[in-house]
C-alpha cells in the first residue's frame, strides 16, 4: 500500500509541469527577499520595521535608486538626459516632507553621518586614484590656473555674500564658498568621455584639460573647507585656530603619504586576489582615516589624508591601478544613492523660510556669474578660440558630488557640540548646497550637452571626408545624435 501511494506521488509529480522562466524567477526572489527579511527580523527585532532605523536605510535606498533610474528615464527632444543624482536627491526630500512616511521613515542621526562619511572616503578615494600627474605635466600652466584661479576666486566671493545677506561668520562664509567651489566629476567626466569618443575638442585636448583639472579643482576646494573647518571649530584665540587648521593640513598630508607608502608596498604582488586585497587595505584606510580624525579632534585631517594615501598608492601601483579603481567604482555606486537620499532626507520644507531660499539663490547666483567671468579670462591665454572658452565656461558650473559629500558635515559637528548658533549656520549651508545641486546639476548638464557639438571642433578623418555638403549634413546629424546621447 505505502510503496503504491509513493510510485502514485512520483508519478503525479513528473506529470505535473514545473514553474518555469519570469514565474520562476519571481517566486524565487520572493521567496529569497522573505526569507532575508525573516532573518533580519530575528536577529534586530523592531529594528527592521517599520519606524526602525534598519527599516528606513533600506528603503531611502530603493527609493534613491528608482529616483535615479526615474530621473535618468526622462528624454526631452534632441536633449541630454537628466543627472540620475537628482532622482536620488529628490527620493530622499519626498521621504523626509511626505507626512505619515516621515514617521516610518526614521534613520537615527548618528547613522546618517556615519554612512556619508563613508561615502566621503569613497569619494576621497576615487579622487586619489583618478589624478593624472601626466595629464597635469602636458598642460601645465592653463590646467593649474584652471584649477586653482574660478574655485577660489567663487569661494571668496560667495564668502562676502553670505555673510552680509545670510548672517554668516566670515569663517562660515569660508566655509559655505568651498563648498560651492568644487565643480562635480558625476556631471562632467561622463559628458567629456563622450564628447572624447565622438572626436570633440580632441585636438586642443579640452576634455582632457576639463577631466584633470577637475581632480585638483575638487582638492582645492576640500582642502579649503577641511581648514576652514577645523578653524570653526576650534577654541581659543584667531591666531591659535589658525595654526591648528595648518596642522591639520600637514599632519593630513603627512599621514597619508606613511599610509600610501605603506600601500606600495603590501600587500606584495606575488599574494592570491591581490586586487581585492589592495580595494579593501585602501578603502579601509580610507574610511579609518575620516573617522579616527574625528575622534582625535582634527576632523580636517582626514580627507586631506585619504586624498593622498589614494593617490601615492596610486603612483605605486602604476597601471595596475585601474582594477582597483574599478572596484572601488563599485562601491561608490552602492553608497551615491545612500548619500544622495540622505542630503536630501536632511532638509524640511517646513522649516526653510522664504527669505533663507531667496538670499542663498542670490549668494548662488553671484558666485556662479564670478565662476563664469574668471574661467573665461583664466583660458585666454590657452590658444583656445572664443567658442571653446565658452564651453569650458560653461562646463565648469556643475555641483553635485562634492556639494553632498561635504555639504553635511559641517552640520554634523555642529550638532555633536550642540551650539544652536553652529547649527544653525550649518543648516544654511547644508540647504545652499542642496540648492545648488538641483540649480546646477542640469543647467550644467544640458549646457555641455547642448554647447559641446556647437561649440566645439570636431576632428574629421581623412578617409571620412567625401565632400563638403555631404560632410556638413552628416555633421548636423551627428551633433543631434550626441546630443541624445550626452
Not at 516610518?104 to 542621526?109: D, E, K, L, R, S
Not at 536632511?346 to 556669474?369: D, F, H, K, M, R
Request: charged fraction near 10%; glycine fraction near 12%; aromatic fraction near 8%.
Amino acid at each position: 500500500m505505502t510503496t503504491s501511494c509513493c510510485l502514485s506521488c512520483i508519478g503525479l509529480k513528473d506529470r505535473c509541469p514545473r514553474p518555469q522562466g519570469l514565474i520562476s524567477l519571481l517566486i524565487t526572489k520572493v521567496c529569497l527577499f522573505a526569507l532575508l527579511f525573516g532573518v533580519v527580523w530575528s536577529i534586530t527585532g523592531s529594528e527592521c520595521l517599520p519606524g526602525g532605523n534598519l527599516f528606513g536605510i533600506v528603503i531611502l535606498f530603493i527609493c534613491s535608486v528608482l529616483g535615479g533610474k526615474l530621473v535618468g528615464m526622462v528624454q526631452l527632444p534632441t536633449l541630454p538626459p537628466f543627472p540620475p543624482l537628482l532622482g536620488m536627491l529628490l527620493a530622499g526630500l519626498v521621504l523626509r516632507n511626505v507626512p505619515y512616511i516621515t514617521d516610518a521613515v526614521y534613520i537615527n542621526t548618528h547613522w546618517s553621518a556615519a554612512l556619508r562619511n563613508i561615502a566621503l572616503a569613497i569619494i576621497l578615494t576615487r579622487a586619489g586614484l583618478g589624478l593624472d600627474p601626466s595629464a597635469l605635466r602636458r598642460l601645465k600652466a592653463v590646467c593649474v590656473r584652471l584649477a586653482v584661479g574660478p574655485c577660489v576666486v567663487e569661494a571668496c566671493i560667495v564668502a562676502v555674500v553670505s555673510h552680509f545677506l545670510l548672517g554668516l561668520a566670515w569663517v562660515w562664509g569660508f566655509i559655505l564658498g568651498f563648498v560651492l567651489a568644487a565643480v562635480s566629476p558625476a556631471v562632467v567626466v561622463p559628458s567629456m568621455l563622450l564628447l572624447q569618443k565622438e572626436g570633440y575638442g580632441v585636438e586642443k585636448g579640452i576634455p582632457t584639460l576639463l577631466m584633470a583639472a577637475g581632480s585638483f579643482d575638487d582638492i582645492l576646494a576640500i582642502t579649503g573647507f577641511s581648514t576652514c573647518l577645523g578653524i570653526a571649530f576650534s577654541t581659543g584665540s584667531t591666531w591659535m585656530n589658525i595654526l591648528k587648521g595648518l596642522l591639520e593640513v600637514v599632519g593630513g598630508i603627512i599621514a597619508g603619504l606613511i599610509l600610501g607608502l605603506f600601500l606600495c608596498c603590501f600587500p606584495s604582488q606575488d599574494q592570491e586576489d591581490l586586487v581585492l586585497r589592495r580595494t579593501l587595505m585602501l578603502l579601509g584606510l580610507s574610511i579609518f582615516a575620516v573617522f579616527f580624525s574625528h575622534v582625535v579632534g582634527f576632523a580636517g585631517a582626514g580627507g586631506l589624508c585619504t586624498l593622498v594615501l589614494a593617490f601615492l598608492a596610486a603612483l605605486g601601483w602604476k597601471s595596475d591601478k585601474a582594477p582597483v579603481a574599478a572596484m572601488v567604482g563599485r562601491s561608490w555606486d552602492i553608497f551615491q544613492p545612500l548619500l544622495f537620499g540622505l542630503i536630501g532626507a536632511e532638509i524640511t520644507i517646513a522649516t526653510l523660510s522664504a527669505s533663507t531660499v531667496g538670499l542663498g539663490l542670490a549668494c548662488i547666483s553671484v558666485g556662479l556669474v564670478a565662476r563664469l567671468l574668471v574661467t573665461f579670462l583664466l583660458v585666454h591665454l590657452g590658444g583656445f578660440n572664443l567658442k571653446e572658452k565658452l564651453f569650458i565656461a560653461v562646463a565648469w558650473l556643475p555641483k553635485a558630488t562634492v556639494q553632498a559629500a561635504i555639504g553635511s558635515k559641517a552640520l554634523d559637528m555642529a550638532r555633536e557640540v550642540g551650539d544652536e548658533a553652529l547649527v544653525k549656520f550649518g543648516l544654511d549651508v547644508l540647504t545652499l548646497a542642496v540648492l545648488a545641486i538641483l540649480t546646477t546639476a542640469p543647467i550644467g548638464a544640458l549646457g555641455i550637452g547642448l554647447a559641446g557639438p556647437r561649440l566645439l571642433a570636431k576632428e574629421v578623418k581623412a578617409d571620412n571626408v567625401v565632400g563638403g555638403a555631404t560632410s556638413q549634413g552628416v555633421q548636423g546629424k551627428d551633433n543631434v545624435a550626441l546630443e541624445s546621447k550626452l
